[in-house]
């Protein structure tokens, strides 16, 4: 029995896809280095510092530890800026009922984002308080697609791995979900995300009969 959802943020709660890709852009423009937007669907749900790591392996360079951090705080600040746009309107469509239906039907809620910045996200949609839980980047060691995550949230809520469903709209987020030992929802291409049990093309389709029966 299906008892707690686990949330990615990123292209799940809000669409933060294409300020990350902006952000990305406009360090890559500063520093020659190739960026576009293919490269980018692969750095979804994937870490900061591993972002930059692919980006740097897309332009065959390497980088100084200290010009790695010095990139990572640029492109971070970038984003901090398109996050100021962030308002209480910017759920994903069906998102916020969603939790409300979840919420009043006494399903455990956690978030399970590979961000750093996913706690701001959530005050910006004034969406904290649907969460029982807030796993992010900064609570585990190892990212997704490793299981770390999804288990930290799960014992934090009280639940083993088979009565939390994951609800994600990454390659690497579904990976973590099924080494975690959950099953997992994905949102958006079947190509893309096809090794999750059901995968829906938007969030407006999520329903609590889906987790129900997955
Ligand atoms: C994930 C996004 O949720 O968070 C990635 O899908 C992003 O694109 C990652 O790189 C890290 O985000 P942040 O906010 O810590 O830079
Ligand atoms: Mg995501």
New binding site residues.
């Given amino acids: 029995m299906i008892k707690g959802i686990i949330f990615d ?3 799940v709660i809000t669409d933060t ?1 294409e300020f ?1 890709y902006l952000s990305w852009k406009q360090l890559s423009n500063e520093e020659g280095l190739k960026f576009d937007k293919l490269l980018n669907e692969q ?6 510092n591993k ?1 930059l790591d692919r980006i740097l392996k897309h332009n065959n360079t390497t980088l100084s530890e200290t010009k790695q951090k010095d990139y990572l705080e640029r492109k ?1 600040n970038y ?1 901090l800026q398109y996050l100021k746009k962030i308002t209480q309107k910017d759920y994903l469509p069906g998102i916020k009922n969603f939790l409300q239906v979840l919420q009043a039907s006494n399903i455990k809620i956690g978030l399970g ?5 996913a706690i701001s996200v959530l005050e910006k949609l004034e969406a904290t308080h649907f969460f029982d839980v807030i796993g992010d ?1 900064n609570s585990v060691k190892n990212a997704k697609p490793a299981p770390d995550l999804f288990q930290y949230v799960a014992k934090e809520l009280g639940l083993t791995p088979n009565e939390c469903v994951v609800i994600e709209d ?1 390659a690497p987020g579904i990976e973590a979900a099924h080494e975690a030992g959950m099953k997992a929802i994905g949102i958006g291409s079947k190509e893309i995300l096809g090794n999750a049990e059901i995968v829906l093309e938007s969030t407006n389709f999520l329903k609590l009969e889906i987790i129900q029966n997955i």
């Fill in positions: 943020l990123d292209g896809a990350h750095l979804k749900g994937v870490s900061r972002s971070n984003y984002s590979a961000s750093k910045n980047d990454a």
